[in-house]
């Protein structure tokens, strides 16, 4: 039996009939089938009032303001988040002193967050990516103020503390990540602003150089489909890069955000549509944009999270 995947409107056919999934069906002949969600949540972060514990949801593909979801275990600055579609990761950040406690969702129904397990070390500022089956995050600020070069890896699908991975080929804060499933890049980040890095993610070990981003930048967001990875802003800029995952190479300008300046936002993708939220700019912003991710522009208004904030994590599952 035959199967044709149609990744614009998310169906499975056969000669018997098609079936509606929720995710975006994207993979290769050797890759695994990752199904990026429809839904996209935003956790924690720094707003104006302080620490924040809010999660907020939206539905990718439809633009308007975001819905409140929960809330995390405690309000924290500058974590990161990944998932395998169907639960979504938070790890790590600053509540006060940095953290090293993994929480979970599940992304297809709202509720508060639920303790997973923790990292090997202590850290915010990090950056987190996955497969179908394992998450990473690496990179941050240990609680010695120190930059990391750690990545830690745990199975989404079982609670249990990280592991060590590996580590990064640069020790920094800041970064971003974002993944084909396959393999995991890393890049930006305080003191080597434009390194991209890369892992495959089901094989531990060291990362290796991939590139360099087109404008050197601190705290930018990305987000990806099985092919291309975007970056975007970070501070002084409102550049969105793009690599194509699998190649090695540099990144090539992609278009711009709506707003410059956005410094600590964070992104997810369904992985047709990359979507870029909060951040600072002249104060904490709400401002959601949105781009699609194979077609070169710039980003659009996509709506308003429910409160402006930087340092959040996000992701997306259905």
């Known amino acids: 039996m035959s199967l044709t995947i149609n990744h614009q409107t998310n169906d499975i056919s056969n000669s018997t009939g098609t079936v509606k999934l929720n995710g975006t069906a994207v993979g290769g002949d050797n890759s695994p089938i990752i199904f990026y969600g429809s839904r996209g949540v935003f956790g924690g972060g720094q707003a104006a009032t302080g620490n924040s514990n809010v999660i907020d949801y939206i539905t990718i593909a439809n633009t308007g303001n975001a819905t409140d979801f929960g809330d995390l275990t405690a309000s924290k600055l500058a974590v990161a988040a990944c998932s395998n579609g169907t639960r979504g990761l938070f790890g790590g950040g ?112 060291n990362a290796a150089d991939f590139g360099n981003l087109t404008v050197a930048r601190h705290y930018p967001a990305g987000c990806s489909n099985n092919t291309r990875g975007l970056f975007g802003g970070g501070d002084g800029s409102n550049v969105i890069d793009y690599v194509t995952i699998d190649t090695t190479g540099n990144a090539t300008d992609f278009g711009d955000l709506t707003a410059g300046n956005s410094f600590g936002l964070a992104a997810c993708s369904s992985g047709v549509r990359g979507v870029f939220a909060g951040g600072y700019t002249s104060g904490y912003t709400n401002v959601i944009d949105y781009v699609t991710i194979d077609t070169t522009g710039n980003a659009a208004d996509f709506g308003d999270l429910t409160v402006g904030r930087l340092g959040e994590g996000s992701c997306s599952g259905t």
Not at 145 to 171: P, R
Not at 172 to 178: F, Q, S
């Open 94 to 205: 600053n509540t006060g002193s940095r953290q090293n406690v993994i929480e979970y969702i599940t992304i297809a129904s709202t509720g508060n967050g639920t303790d997973f397990g923790d990292l090997t070390i202590a850290r915010e500022q990090l950056a987190s990516c996955s497969s179908n089956t394992r998450g990473l995050f690496g990179g941050g600020t240990e609680s010695n103020g120190s930059k990391s070069n750690v990545i830690d890896y745990i199975t989404i699908a079982s609670t249990g503390n990280a592991t060590d991975f590996g580590d990064l080929t640069v020790a920094r804060d800041g970064l971003t990540a974002c993944s084909s499933g396959l393999r995991g890049l890393f890049a930006g980040g305080n003191t080597s602003k434009d390194t991209i890095d890369y892992v495959t993610i089901d094989t531990a070990g």
